[in-house]
T-cell receptor, first 114, second 110 residues
Framework: DADVTQTPRNRITKTGKRIMLECSQT?????MYWYRQDPGLGLRLIYYSFDVKDINKGEISDGYSVSRQAQAKFSLSLESAIPNQTALYFCATSRLAGGTDTQYFGPGTRLTVL | GQQVMQIPQYQHVQEGEDFTTYCNSSTTLSNIQWYKQRPGGHPVFLIQ?????EVKKQKRLTFQFGEAKKNSSLHITATQTTDVGTYFCAGQGSNYKLTFGKGTLLTVNP
């Protein structure tokens, strides 16, 4: 979805480096999410935020941190990258409406940790 | 916590054959959503089912939601090469949070 952008789209880094992945959205949604995708493991939720002052851990938050700088921006940081954090990372946004919560995904960031 | 199981993990078919993927939740859902991820792409919302026993169609795709609102299926009739990709179900529970299944990767041999 062009309304959800992620930077960078690809990144190669070394073990121990600090990395930040950024997500921006122009959909006006209040909810934002970070997922990682690994082959055979589907989409696993790292962190989610239902509004600017609300940050929640997902199922695999260890080794990651997030910052919700504004309603439209949600960043994911790897404080000290390790090789098993090599994966495809997706940001998603949603807005709870009528009791449902459809998610819109960004194009993804492919991260390689050497 | 809520778990959503999806089978099969992989499915390879000949073009023209039918395809079905199944989704089961450990808890009753308020709704279930289906997403498709093309190779090299990102997940894209396909449809949402809300009512018990609901059936919806999108051209050759038929989506069903079980009577108990704990299971769902996606059936594709007469697959085409454009159907290739990974299909994810995602169940929404009473806390409004979506839980994704691991997805079914569909490949189609022309």
């Amino acid at each position: 979805d062009a309304d959800v952008t992620q930077t960078p789209r690809n990144r190669i880094t070394k073990t121990g480096k600090r990395i930040m992945l950024e997500c921006s959205q122009t959909k006006g949604h209040d909810r934002m999410y970070w997922y990682r995708q690994d082959p055979g493991l589907g989409l696993r939720l790292i962190y989610y935020s239902f509004d600017v002052k609300d940050i929640n851990k997902g199922e695999i938050s260890d080794g990651y941190s997030v910052s919700r700088q504004a309603q439209a921006k949600f960043s994911l940081s790897l404080e000290s990258a390790i090789p098993n954090q090599t994966a495809l990372y997706f940001c998603a946004t949603s807005r709870l409406a009528g009791g449902t919560d459809t998610q819109y995904f960004g194009p993804g960031t492919r991260l390689t940790v050497l | 916590g809520q778990q959503v199981m999806q089978i099969p993990q992989y499915q390879h078919v000949q073009e023209g054959e039918d395809f079905t993927t199944y989704c089961n939740s450990s808890t009753t859902l308020s709704n279930i959503q289906w997403y498709k991820q093309r190779p090299g792409g990102h997940p894209v919302f396909l449809i949402q089912l809300v009512k018990s026993g609901e059936v919806k169609k999108q051209k050759r795709l038929t989506f069903q939601f079980g009577e108990a609102k704990k299971n769902s299926s996606l059936h594709i009739t007469a697959t085409q090469t454009t159907d290739v990709g990974t299909y994810f179900c995602a169940g929404q529970g009473s806390n409004y949070k979506l839980t994704f299944g691991k997805g079914t990767l569909l490949t189609v041999n022309p």
